[in-house]
């Protein structure tokens, strides 16, 4: 072999080797990030295996209204902090009728006798006389059967807001996708958080005529976030969703009033069909079908986007239905 063959080969050695090297020193550094933040996830979804009320603090409200709560029942997919930014954003409607709070589902999955439980001793706990119930999303049908459960307990939920809410699985616009999530979930397969998320940014690029690429971008990466709701909860409020049957409920929610809002231009849940839905399964409950979210983007159940149409549609469904409690409760504001 020449002279300058053997340098050559030496040199390519030396190369090859200080490459490996740094390949290997980048693979185990994002092996070690890839294992810190798995574990920061473990650790923070562990602390979420309870189902809690988390409650949003307004000091006026407090001393006006020791008695009365709203309470959001958060969407599909929604997290414990999206929950409390959508509360925050109506905030200054919904604190002139009562305190707020948000129902914090349990990582573990949805159980609905584990809310009503938690919602019930919350009740007791806070000596509570009125309930507001806000549904946002699918979390209407949660707030709507909790509300009849809870007044066969003899505690009576005045209003149900249902925010563009499905009636039934049929109102879904995406069957195909909502069938096979429930048919991997019931036959024990949980779906990993790297392709939930691949889903979450496809399903959005679809509809971008809903949103804006920036909340396209803040959606999708809140549901690759150690903050994001795990995937048995995903597809156990999937398979919630798929057997709801409002019907149910038809004798007994009592005199609770609800009422309905939502956007002709949903892309996820079909209006007109939820619309006629909810007033077909709850006709002696349902007072207003009538308030429509135009112009807000997304078009479905969005107010931590578009908190002044819908600060103005609650508004208007507190003026109408929700009159303001007399003798202000236990404490005076001064």
Known sequence: MKH?????????????????RRSFLIGSAAAAVATADLAFTRVIQSQREQTRILPLDDEVARARFPDDRWVLFPGYKTSWEEGLWILNSLRPVLSRRAQMAVMGYSNRGLDINNIVAT??????????DRLY?????????VAVEVAARLRDRGIPVELVLLDSSPSSRFDVQDQRMFDGVVLLYEAGVRVPISVRGTYELGERIVHKNERTWSQIVDQTLEQLSPLAPSSELI??????????????FRLSLGDTKVVFAGNPSDGVVDYARARAGWASSLPDNLVSADHVTDGALPAHASPQWNPGIYQGI????????????RGGGRKRLF
């Open 119 to 128: 919602m019930n001793r919350y009740v007791e706990n806070f000596r509570l």
């Open 314 to 325: 609650v508004a208007a469904v507190q003026r109408d239905y929700v009159p303001v409690p």
């Open 4 to 20: 300058d063959d053997v340098r050559a080969a030496l040199r390519g050695a030396r190369d090859f080797r200080e490459s490996s």
């Open 235 to 248: 597809q156990s409020e999937s398979s919630y969703i798929y057997h709801f049957d409002a019907t149910r």
């Open 133 to 141: 119930f806000y549904g946002h999303s699918f979390g209407g049908m």
